[in-house]
Every structure is written in structure tokens, then in C-alpha cells.
């Protein structure tokens, strides 16, 4: 007994303590905030039903981008900060569609092929856009060290950002409404937005299909025996290259459709746009554990849910003013609590203190 | 493939490559909103320069990856793609003038079809544009032919009368500024542009000087390398001292909007060198520097604001507590990702940095911070009656700043901690077996770091009188990284090189700000696609990054080209 205890003294440092202090402390805020707030009950049982179903919404589409930045991360060990704005470039140059659509008539006389069809062309310029900032920006530096990429990538993302400013107008553009998404659907004596439904079952349906492309088709495969282990992977006569292109156009594919249903939720599109849910969907894929397919969805959900029901949750009770303002906080504060308990992410290997 | 097409593959691909970015300055708006400002008075305006800057480059890239590197083939590529570049360009302006591509390109107007054609109707603009676009090809291609020190003579005067032409606005008011020299201003540059004349005189003195130094140049430096030791030492001081003289007086001679820009260039030179001591010594990417700049700065404003009224500390008074709180927070913030590697610790503080931001800007914490209104009313600092109100006088305050931060950096870099921070960065785990403490060398580059940050954060907080927390976006620490990257990892004169780049150029050319982050995104992409280790890397780094040049053969770097 007495040796256990010596044995735990040497092998806990200081760091450790202040650690676990903080993360002590959070958890503590966190429980009292809760319980606060619950015993309060301010907020009834349908309030926390519509930030359920926001965060699962907006939690979706950060599963969607982050999918890019985990697929990404697999092959390339590196972290594609323009992913954002690969984000944006699909819906901001699917708008000019919609909105010629949405003044024909078309979009209101036939919601779902232009709804289709905006999809599509957001798709194709985001993959296109992935597909060409690979091949320019990345494909020389496949073997400089570490940081060099990270900083190209930085650069790329203020030269994307900036084209399409120049490009298309540095205003906010009103993305048309599709009326058939307008309103609201009832279900159980619960109000339920139609567009949320729409986001989520098509998030859903997107991922179900990116999720059995990788784990079924032989392309798939080829990706996962790639971001395995390269140089085996081209030995067993697989294109490296040619599957780290199909890694970025597949990446743009869905940020492009997430951008779709960014713009559809929050209703304009703008040159900025991706730089937010970028970051937040990067956090969500180092939550789920990066390089880790189920767990960049999971994290994304995670995170949108955090973000919707925390605030008002965690803070309210502890007399927080505005909590909602706090919403980013609470999410990297998550994210740095899940770094230091659990810093592989939640369902990832042991990568943060392994050299990738 | 047929013979036939690979020798005309490098002029067809360059000029495609050209034609397509010539294209896209257009959309982007730069050339039409470029194009009021000349850069020879009615000779040449910056619209067109850029797009002849564009249709030289690709030429010379085309002559220059001719294969087989036949002379006369070499010239017909480069004409072939200066004359592609031309062909893309009147496509576009086609294009444009049939189809209406304003209502989804806002740029795409008929002024730019105007300027793309000299003002000429499709057709005779087509002649013409094509014709520019072979002569440019042609001048490119002869460049190449000629032997590299006569190419330098041809190239360095015309680029400095476009850069001349460019900052027409600051030389000018500069030269004004110094009674007996603003004739040279006056003779030199219209109100739009320089005058023919002057555009000849300089580029022919500029040319004259560079043929002067290939001539003379050898005899200079081998004088200088036959000196005793001791001469040798004394004309290196009396450099010392003529730099700290010239950097004394700076400001004075400059005048007050240059100052400005001075001061801000200097406040990055302290960030990047508190940083540089994280990722360039101990080679941790932390991406929410700006956290600790943060810190300093409301640190500052809480201690001597009387807004707020908890302190009323002197600025002298405040400074100690600062620099305390940003060790301490740097200890803080450092500890819950000593574990972390690589990306997880850039994005985990990253988050750092923002929640700081957020924490700082919301209304919860008002009263203390003041919200998004930030604190007003910080007194500006003092030393025996010289106050240090306007840029001009902020400045020698960074100044001493920035000279203070080298010097305990360089006496760190070369000291035991510093070789442990150099070994960490190469290897964690050789570095911790060799007996380093990586626990303890990680969070003194966090803390020391910090306190430099917070040292400038204090500086910038007098220098504006007042803070708000939209200074303390991410875009500063992403700044401060780049700065980093691009002047050099590691490297204290990279520091300074990659602000003045990074930060001073930007500051210069305001009126352009628009366009201010695409350049500069595509000047980090392009940096780390040809020059890696930055544009003056430490010795060591530069040789690591290019291994390959050293077993060749090779016994020395190839010599860094001067930046500037």
C-alpha cells in the first residue's frame, strides 16, 4: 500500500496537478451551472427540444466539413486550413443559380431539381477548387517539413477568400428561399422547422453514403490503405497521387454540399463564410479524433449540440449575462478539455502524443 | 508523343498557365482599379504593368524550361507564350463584350475591356493585344539569352521604376519634405507618375551604378577582406554605430505617416521575436499568440486607465505587473498542452487565443473589461518630461523595445536553454533521453515568449490610448506565424525582414488594400513553394532544407538573394 502510494507521488508531476485542477474546476462550473439552471427552470421542455434539433442541424453540416479535414489529415498528415474556404466557394457560386432561379420562377415551380441543381454545381466548384489547391498548392511540398504545408494552406485560404471577393462583390448575398421549406412540421405536439428536418436527413444521408463509399468501394479502400501507410500502399500498386486527389475532390464534394445547407439555415452566403466553421469544424474532427472517419461525425454533432444547448445550460444558472455570446468559449473550451483528458479525441488513436 | 509538340509543350503550357492568371487580375478587379495610376506619366499605367509582369514571367519560364535548350527555340517559346497570353486575354474581352458577365462577376466591366484593348474596337484590339503580348514574349525570351550579370543590369533598373512608380505617393511627399531636394521630386515624378525623362535618368543611374559594383565590385570586397582583423573590426562597429545613428534619426527623416507605419512594423518585430522563441527555437506552433498580446495590452489599460478607476498606475508603474502576468499566463496556458504535439497544439491554442477574445468581448465580464467598447483614456508613457505621445516619439519606446528583445534573445539562443529548445525542436524524444527537461524548457519558451508579447501588448495599448478586443483577432497570430515562416524560422534578422514584408509593404501600399490579403496569400503560397526556409534563414536551417545542394558537393549555400 505504502509502495503504490510512493510510486503514484514519483510519477505525478506538478503539471499533472494544475491539470487536473483545472479541469476539476471546469467540471465543477459546469455541474453547478446545470443544476442551476435546470433547478431554475427558466427554459421549458420545448425550448431544449429547439436546441436540440438546431444543434443536431448545425452539427451535421460541421460533420460534413470536418469529414474533409479528417480525410485529409488520414492521407496527408497535415491540417487544410483553405478547407473553409472550400466551404465557401461551392454555395457562393451556386448562388447565382439559385437566385436566377429563384427571379425565372423555377425555383418555386420545381423546388427539388433546382435545389438539385444547386447542389450539384455547389459540389462540383468545391471538389474543383480542392482538386486544384492540391495540385498547385500541395502536391510539391508532399515532403518538406510539417509546418510548411500548414502555412501554404494559410496562404491559400487568404488567396481563396480574396479571389472570390474580387471575383463576386465583397456584400452579403441573400440566398433565395425555397418555399417548400418554409414553415413547420408538427410531431407529437412538438414544432419542428422543416428546413432543420431537411438539413439533418440530408447531412445524414450524405454521410451514410461518404461513410460506405470509404469503407466499401474499392477507391475506399485504396484511400484507407493510404493514409494506412504510403509507401506500402503504393507497393501494393495503388496511385498514391491519384488517391490524394480523390481524397481532396471527395473532401470538396461534401463541403460543398455542406455549404448548400449553410446557406439554406442561415439564409446568405459571403466571402467570409468559411472561415468560422472552418475552425469549428477542424475542433470538431480533432474532438472525434482526427484521421478518424465515425469520429469526425461524431465530433461535429457534438459540437453543434454543445454549442446550442451549453450556453443556456452551463452558464445561465451561474448568472452568466448573455450567455449565448460565450458559445464559442464553451466550444474550445471543450475542446481543450477533451485535449487534456482524452488528448487522442474521443474515439481517435493515440495520435496527439505520437509523432504522425 | 510527336516530337513536334513536346519542343513547343513549355510555350504552349506557360503561355496557357499566364493567359489564365492574366484573366483572373482582371476579374479580381486589380487591373482596372490599378489602372488610374501610372507609372511613367501617359506611357505606361500599373494595370498594364502587372499583366506585362504576368506575360514576362511565363515567357521567361517558358525560354528557360525549353527542352532541348536550343537558343533559337528557347526565344520562339517565349514568343509563343507571351503571344497565348495576349490570345486568353482578348478571348475574355470577346466574351465579355457579347455575353453580360457583370451580373455574376462584379468586375468584368466594359472600362476593363477598354483598358485590356487600349481603347480599340475587339478586332484592331486584338491585333494589338496579341502584338504586346509576342513583344513581351520577345523581351522575355532575349532576357533569358543574355549572360546573368547583363540581366541583372536590365532587370534591376526597370523594376526599380515600377517600384519607384508605385510608391510614387510616399517618395514624393519624402523627397518634398527636404527643402533642397524637392527639386529632385519635382524633376523626377508628374502628379501621376514619373516623367519620361526621370524614368530614363533613373533607370540609366540605377544601371550605371550596378555595372559600376560588376566591374569595381570585387576589388571593394577583397580590400575589405585584406584589412587586418582589427580594421576589419572597427569598420564593422563604425557600421554598428552608423546603423544605430541611422535608426536614431529615422523617424525624423521619414515624417509622420512613415512613422506610423514604422511603429507598426516594430510592434510586430517584438511579437515575431517573442514568437519566433516558441516555434522558431523550441519549435511548438502555437496559433494563439495573440492571447498573451491580449493579456498585455488590457493588463496595461486596467492598471493605468482611469476609466475604469480600480488603479491609476504610470505607464513605468504598470509594466513590471504586466510582463509578471504574461510569464505567468504563458505558464498558465502552456501547461495544458505540454503534451501536445504538432496540429493538436496549434489547434489547441488556437482555442486559447479565442477564447480569450470571446471572454474579453462579452458582456459578462464588462465591467472589468469594458466589452466590446474596450477601455479608453491610457495614459501615455513618460520618461523625465519626453512623453511618448505620437508615432514619432512611440517609436524610439519600440525601438528600445525591440533592441532590448534581440539582445536577450541572441544571449538565449546561445545559451544551455537555448541548444535544449534547439534540441527539443528537432526531436522530443532524442532531446528528452539526452536529459533535457522538457517540461521545464517548453513552458520557459511559453513564458518568455509571453512576456515579449505582453511587453508589446503594453507598448500598443499607449500607442492607441485605448483597447478593444477586435485588435486580438486570430488574423494577428496568423500574421505573426507568417512573418515567422517567410523571414525565417529562428532567424532574429528574419523577424525583421519578414514584418517589414509581411506588415510594412501592406501598410505602404494602403490605397490597394483591397487586394492587400489576396498578394499576400499568394506570397506565402509562393514562398514556400520556392524559398522554404524563408527569405533570411538561419545558416543552420537552410542547410537542413537543402541537404541535397550539400552532398552534391557543393561546399557552400548558394548566397541569399538580398531581400527587400
Known amino acids: 500500500m505504502r509502495l503504490a502510494w510512493k510510486e503514484w507521488r514519483e510519477r505525478i508531476t506538478a503539471t499533472d496537478i494544475l491539470m487536473w485542477v483545472i479541469g476539476g474546476a471546469l467540471v465543477i462550473m459546469i455541474i453547478m451551472g446545470s443544476t442551476a439552471t435546470l433547478a431554475a427552470g427558466r427554459y421549458s421542455g420545448r425550448h431544449w427540444f429547439d436546441f436540440l434539433i438546431f444543434g443536431l442541424a448545425q452539427g451535421s453540416i460541421y460533420a460534413l466539413i470536418a469529414m474533409g479535414y479528417t480525410l485529409v489529415y488520414g492521407v496527408l498528415r497535415m491540417i487544410n486550413f483553405a478547407h473553409g474556404e472550400v466551404f465557401m466557394s461551392g454555395p457562393y457560386t451556386a448562388y447565382f443559380v439559385a437566385a436566377a432561379f429563384y427571379r425565372s420562377g423555377f425555383l418555386d415551380s420545381h423546388p427539388i431539381i433546382s435545389l438539385l441543381m444547386v447542389f450539384i454545381i455547389a459540389m462540383a466548384t468545391s471538389s474543383g477548387i480542392a482538386f486544384l489547391l492540391e495540385r498547385i498548392a500541395y502536391r510539391p511540398l508532399r515532403n518538406a517539413p510539417r509546418l510548411i504545408p500548414l502555412i501554404t494552406a494559410i496562404g491559400a485560404s487568404f488567396f481563396l477568400q480574396y479571389v472570390f471577393r474580387g471575383l463576386y462583390g465583397s456584400g452579403f448575398q441573400a440566398y433565395p428561399t425555397v418555399r417548400m421549406l418554409e414553415g413547420f412540421w408538427m410531431i407529437g405536439g412538438l414544432r419542428i422547422l422543416k428546413f432543420q428536418v431537411v438539413v439533418i436527413v440530408a447531412a445524414a444521408l450524405l454521410l451514410a453514403g461518404l461513410y460506405s463509399f470509404i469503407q466499401a468501394t474499392r477507391v475506399g479502400k485504396a484511400i484507407r490503405a493510404v493514409s494506412e501507410d504510403k509507401e506500402a500502399a503504393s507497393l501494393m500498386g495503388i496511385d498514391v497521387d491519384r488517391m490524394i486527389s480523390t481524397t481532396f475532390l471527395i473532401g470538396g464534394l461534401s463541403a460543398g454540399a455542406a455549404g448548400v445547407l449553410y446557406a439554406l439555415m442561415f439564409k446568405q452566403v459571403h466571402f467570409f463564410m468559411g472561415f468560422i466553421p472552418g475552425l469549428k469544424a477542424f475542433t470538431a474532427a480533432v474532438l472525434g479524433g482526427i484521421g478518424n472517419i465515425p469520429g469526425a461525425m461524431m465530433g461535429g454533432l457534438f459540437l453543434g449540440l454543445i454549442e446550442s444547448i451549453g450556453p443556456s445550460l452551463f452558464l445561465d444558472g451561474l448568472g452568466i449575462v448573455a450567455p449565448y455570446q460565450l458559445k464559442d468559449a464553451i466550444a474550445f473550451t471543450m475542446l481543450v478539455l477533451v485535449l487534456i483528458f482524452r488528448p487522442t479525441g474521443i474515439l481517435g488513436e493515440r495520435l496527439a502524443v505520437k509523432k504522425a | ?564
Open chain 2, 1 to 564: 508523343m510527336s516530337r513536334l509538340h513536346s519542343i513547343w509543350q513549355q510555350g504552349i503550357k506557360n503561355g496557357m498557365i499566364g493567359g489564365v492568371v492574366a484573366v483572373l487580375l482582371c476579374l479580381v478587379g486589380m487591373v482596372q482599379s490599378f489602372a488610374p495610376r501610372d507609372i511613367v506619366n501617359h506611357v505606361i499605367h500599373m494595370g498594364h504593368t502587372l499583366l506585362l509582369l504576368v506575360a514576362v514571367f511565363m515567357a521567361y519560364m517558358a525560354a528557360k524550361k525549353t527542352d532541348p535548350p536550343l537558343t533559337s527555340q528557347a526565344l520562339l517559346n517565349s514568343v509563343l507564350s507571351g503571344a497565348i497570353v495576349g490570345v486568353f486575354l482578348i478571348l475574355f474581352v470577346a466574351a465579355g463584350r457579347s455575353v453580360n458577365l457583370r451580373m455574376v462577376l462584379v468586375n468584368a466591366s466594359p472600362m476593363l475591356y477598354n483598358t485590356i484593348t487600349f481603347g480599340r474596337e475587339t478586332a484592331p484590339g486584338a491585333i494589338l493585344v496579341i502584338m504586346a503580348g509576342a513583344l513581351t514574349g520577345l523581351f522575355a525570351g532575349l532576357l533569358f539569352l543574355l549572360p546573368q550579370s547583363m540581366r541583372r543590369i536590365v532587370i534591376i533598373p526597370l523594376s526599380s521604376i515600377i517600384v519607384a512608380g508605385v510608391l510614387q505617393d510616399l517618395i514624393r511627399p519624402t523627397l518634398a519634405a527636404w527643402g533642397p531636394l524637392s527639386f529632385i521630386s519635382d524633376w523626377l515624378f508628374t502628379s501621376n507618375g514619373l516623367t519620361v525623362h526621370g524614368s530614363l535618368v533613373l533607370g540609366v543611374f540605377i544601371a550605371a551604378g550596378l555595372a559600376f559594383w560588376s566591374l569595381k565590385g570585387e576589388i571593394v570586397r577583397e580590400s575589405y577582406r585584406s584589412l587586418p582583423e582589427k580594421g576589419r573590426k572597427s569598420l564593422r562597429l563604425s557600421g554598428y554605430f552608423g546603423l544605430v545613428v541611422f535608426l536614431l534619426i529615422l523617424p525624423q527623416i521619414l515624417g509622420l505617416f512613415l512613422s506610423e507605419v514604422l511603429t507598426i512594423v516594430g510592434l510586430y518585430v517584438l511579437l515575431g521575436l517573442g514568437l519566433n522563441i516558441v516555434i522558431g527555437y523550441a519549435g511548438l506552433l502555437d496559433l494563439g499568440y495573440v492571447a498573451f498580446f491580449a493579456i498585455g495590452s488590457y493588463v496595461t489599460a486596467i492598471l493605468t486607465s482611469p476609466e475604469l478607476g480600480f488603479f491609476s498606475f504610470s505607464f513605468w508603474g504598470a509594466l513590471p505587473f504586466v510582463i509578471v502576468m504574461g510569464v505567468m499566463s504563458g505558464v498558465l496556458l502552456g501547461t495544458p498542452v505540454l503534451k501536445m504535439r504538432g496540429d493538436y497544439l496549434a489547434i489547441a491554442t488556437l482555442g486559447f487565443g479565442e477564447i480569450i477574445r470571446i471572454l474579453v468581448l462579452s458582456d459578462w465580464l464588462r465591467p472589468w473589461l469594458g466589452g466590446a467598447q474596450g477601455i479608453g483614456r491610457i495614459p501615455k508613457a513618460s520618461l523625465v518630461g519626453y512623453e511618448f505621445a505620437g508615432p514619432q516619439e512611440i517609436y524610439y519606446l519600440i525601438l528600445a523595445g525591440c533592441l532590448l528583445v534581440i539582445f536577450i534573445s541572441t544571449r538565449l539562443r546561445d545559451s544551455r536553454i537555448g541548444r535544449a529548445w534547439m534540441a527539443v525542436r528537432e526531436d522530443e524524444d532524442v532531446a528528452q533521453a539526452m536529459g533535457i527537461n522538457l517540461v521545464g524548457a517548453k513552458l520557459l519558451a511559453f513564458a518568455t515568449g509571453a512576456g515579449f508579447s505582453a511587453l508589446s501588448g503594453a507598448i500598443f495599448a499607449t500607442k492607441l490610448s485605448s483597447v478593444y478586443p477586435h485588435s486580438f483577432n486570430v488574423m494577428i497570430s496568423i500574421n505573426i506565424v507568417c512573418l515567422i515562416i517567410v523571414g525565417g524560422m529562428g532567424s532574429i534578422p528574419g523577424v525583421i525582414v519578414g514584418a517589414a514584408a509581411l506588415v510594412g509593404l501592406p501598410e505602404l501600399l494602403r490605397e490597394f488594400a483591397e487586394y492587400r490579403l489576396l498578394v499576400y496569400g499568394a506570397a506565402l503560397v509562393v514562398v514556400m513553394l520556392v524559398r522554404p526556409e524563408g527569405l533570411w534563414p538561419e545558416a543552420v536551417r537552410r542547410r537542413e532544407l537543402h541537404e541535397d545542394d550539400f552532398e552534391n558537393g557543393e561546399a557552400m549555400p548558394p548566397e541569399p538573394s538580398k531581400p527587400g
